[in-house]
């Protein structure tokens, strides 16, 4: 994929973060099924930061690769803050990072519903010994819009989690 140039300047500024700070990261990625890592990886040399992605587009993927109890699927359901937390956390349970960004939502065109439109996405960023941050947006346009407008907020995440005191 070829990433906009916005996006490339934004891991750009990400992985010199991280770097200072000597972090270690990793993305949970659901609706954007990898384009944060996709983006970071874009980058020469982003292998001294990026540790690894999970593609945790399936229930079953979350549960199973950074640990989100199904039980918490099913009661809230998979596009929820309760979820971007538990997937945020369980990378840094499950890879030797420092820092985790988490997105689940609706990228469209269906699958929404009145209480999940399309558009809605939830991320979370986790640090080690750290508060989770979590947001949730309503992005507006068509699927790849929503994607892309997504990963621009995680990279902001991670990028805002590099400087957590």
Known sequence: MTFPADILRQAEQLLAAARAGQLKLATVESCTGGLVAGALTEIAGSSDVVERGFVTYANEAKTDMVG?????????????EEVARAMAEGALANAPVDLA?????????????????????????????????????????????????????????????????
Not at 68 to 80: D, E, K, W, Y
Request: hydrophobic share 45%.
């Open 68 to 80: 989100v109890p199904a039980a918490l699927i099913v009661q809230v359901g998979a596009v929820s």
């Open 101 to 165: 960004v988490a997105i689940t939502g609706v990228a469209g065109p269906g699958g929404g519903s009145p209480s999940k439109p399309v558009g809605l996405v939830h991320f979370a960023c986790a640090r080690r010994d750290r508060a989770t941050v979590h947001e949730r947006h309503l992005f507006s346009g068509d699927r790849s819009d929503i994607r892309l407008a997504a990963v621009r907020v995680a990279l902001a995440l991670l990028e805002a989690g590099t400087r957590q005191a």
